[in-house]
């Protein structure tokens, strides 16, 4: 597997609200910076206008959708023609369950022109790990009422700790050399008028998880479908329209309580809970902060639209 190094990872919450847009929060739209790849997942309409505000920039190099309620998608084509009156040129790929062939094709229509690049279409199925350049984005089922599913973005794993100590005492001098060992290749030192082999392995530590990032969509809770593949998250961006008062209308719309959430959280050892989709009718979201607290002990957030975090290494 290659190896990665220090890529900054940002999430920009550009959307944040359920099914409703409200004044202050646009329709679902996440978009993940990682280095200078730009990914969004689900594209609620007017999400372009979001990604001027937040300064995101107008490159995605693919656009993931859960699901096609109208609310996560209908974005994509405001934002098509705008990146083709700008005169984009590289082609994007929308991945999506189900009818995604069909809702493409419908959406390049739509807009009525003939774009300046071309749109590729990928079905998510459940299982699909998708293999990227120093990443993969994994795919699982959500349960949601119609067909629906979740993406896991996760690193590559990352070079291991550069034993500084042990480079010097092989007779390395600090400087170029230590960082084409830490890149991962061997280097050739003189010792006592003879060549010597220095390979990473000598030098560096096991290699290191990468970071890994959960978006489920809306969905119920999906605990069996994200046991295997979810435990450890940097950051598990979960469905939590509604609070624990609510339960009973969670489950009629097959959306999840923020307390449930707080259980996927606390079951799957995530690091952080980003608590999104909020219905309408919370004008504050102390409430959901409070429920999955009561089952989640890492940190959790409630972002607000065009709130931007940054996911660093962790320190292992
Ligand atoms: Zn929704
Ligand atoms: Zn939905």
């Not at 419908?106 to 790990?129: H, M, P, W, Y």
Request: with cysteine; net charge negative.
């Amino acid at each position: 597997m290659e190896i990665i190094s220090g890529e900054t990872l940002q999430i920009f919450f550009l959307g944040t609200s359920g099914a409703l847009p409200t004044i202050s929060r646009n329709l679902p739209c996440i978009l993940l910076k990682w280095g200078s790849h730009d990914l969004i997942f689900d594209c609620g309409e007017g999400s372009q206008r979001q990604m001027m505000k937040a300064r995101a920039g107008f490159s995605p190099e693919a656009i993931y959708i859960s699901h096609w309620h109208a609310d996560h998608f209908l974005g994509i084509v405001g934002l098509l023609q705008t990146m083709s009156f700008g005169g984009r040129e590289q082609a994007l790929t929308i991945v999506g369950p189900d009818c995604v062939h069909e809702i493409v094709t419908d959406i390049t229509r739509l807009c009525r022109t003939k774009l300046s690049f071309t749109v590729e279409s990928v079905k998510a199925n459940s299982g699909d790990v998708l293999i990227y350049e120093g990443y993969s984005i994994r795919v699982f089922d959500a349960n949601h009422g119609i067909p629906g599913v979740g993406y896991i973005f996760e690193e590559n794993m990352r070079a291991g700790r550069f034993n500084r100590e042990k480079a010097i005492e092989l007779g390395i001098r600090p400087g170029p050399l230590f960082g084409k060992l830490q890149r991962g290749s061997e280097v050739v030192i003189t010792v006592d008028g003879k060549d010597k082999i220095i390979t990473p392995g000598m030098v560096m530590g096991p290699l290191r998880p990468g970071r890994k990032i959960i978006y489920t969509g809306d969905t119920r809770p999906v605990l069996s479908e994200l046991t295997e593949i979810g435990q450890d998250a940097d950051l598990l961006i979960h469905d939590a329209t509604f609070d624990r008062q609510e339960e009973e209308r969670a489950k009629e719309f097959m959306h999840a309580t923020a307390a449930e959430a707080g259980i996927v959280a606390q079951t799957l050892k995530a690091h952080r809970l980003a608590l999104f989709h909020f219905s309408t009718r919370y004008t504050s979201t102390d409430s959901h902060i409070a429920d999955a607290k009561a089952h989640f002990s890492g940190e959790i957030i409630a972002p607000e639209d065009l709130d931007i975090i940054d996911i660093p290494f962790r320190n292992d």
